[in-house]
Every structure is written in C-alpha cells, then in structure tokens.
C-alpha cells in the first residue's frame, strides 16, 4: 500500500515528538552464553539486527554509489572515512539516526527500504514523529540532500547537512 506524504499536510497534522529520536545502534559483545535450546525460538538479538543493517548499508553502498566514497561524500554529506569506521563491525562507529537519514536520502531508497534499515537499528519511522514524517516525504519525493535539509529548516528543525562532521555521527 503506497502513502502518500506531502509536507504540504504538515500544518495540519498533530505529531507526539519534533525532533529525531535520540538513538544508537552499537553491536556488542554478550556477557553470557546460552545453549542452543535457550537460544531456539528467541527473538534476534540487537547485535545480530546491526550487523544486519551494516550489511545492508554496504550493499546499498555498492548498488547506489559503485563503491565511490566521492558520490557517497557529495550525495549523503557524509564523509568516508565515517562510513568506513560505521561498517565496521569491531571498533566501528555508532549508527546514529541523522547518519542513517542521510544515508537512505542520500541513495535514493523508498520509504520500504529505509523503514527497513530503521527497523534493524530498532526504531519505527512513523507519521507521529515531525522528523520521521519529513524523511518519508523526502524519500517519496525523490528529493537530494540539499531539499531534505531545506524541508527541516522550513519547519524550524535543525538542518540536516554537517556543520564539520558533526552530524555525522554521535556527538
């Protein structure tokens, strides 16, 4: 079923939360063992759903930008050694959500795939989140990273694009 997300609609919506979630994703170590028989029938751990999401993002990274860190820069506004240390599955960086958001405008996913990638990284985009909203819009539209910057701003978001980096990553 396809949604159709129009900022125009956004004076007129009623939302829960504004700003971006405030969350990371970050594989660790497990402090215990289990058997297989406690293991069978649980849900996938989140160290498991992050290296499936980093999986993913090196996948769309081959498919959308051929592997180039230059396109990926110009795109995503993300720099390459950032997205470097984020693939990483030891000692990489944190996946947080402005990363993510970028990433997904950045490559030209749909709503499907990036709902996808947030998922893995344990968050639901929905329409009752302002920031959420706007990204859905974006990714429907097809729009750059230059509008989904602009798109924030105009609704009195803090912008998308790295003021030095800083948005690339947890702060």
């Known amino acids: 079923m396809k949604n159709d997300y129009d900022l125009s609609r956004i004076g ?3 939302f829960e939360s504004i700003e971006p979630v405030d969350l990371w994703a970050q ?6 063992m289990l058997t297989p028989a406690e293991l069978a029938g649980m849900p996938e751990s989140p160290g498991k759903q992050i290296e499936r999401l980093r999986v993913r993002l090196a996948g769309y990274f081959a498919e959308k930008f051929d592997c180039n860190y230059s396109t990926l820069q110009i795109e995503c506004d993300l720099k390459p050694d950032t997205f470097q240390k984020v693939l990483r599955f030891r000692n990489g960086r944190n996946v947080t959500y402005p990363f ?11 709503v499907e795939e990036a709902e996808e990638l947030f998922l893995l990284m344990g968050h639901q ?6 920031s959420d909203y706007i990204l859905m819009c974006v990714l429907s539209k097809h729009d750059d990273i230059m509008e989904y910057d602009a798109d924030m701003r105009a609704q009195g978001l803090k912008g ?3 003021d030095d980096g800083k948005n690339d990553v947890d702060e």
């Open 12 to 14: 007129e919506m009623v």
């Open 27 to 32: 594989s660790e170590k497990p402090s215990y």
């Open 100 to 110: 993510l958001a970028k990433f997904c405008v950045g490559a030209g996913l749909t």
């Open 125 to 130: 985009l929905t329409e009752k989140n302002m």
């Open 160 to 162: 998308i694009l790295s």
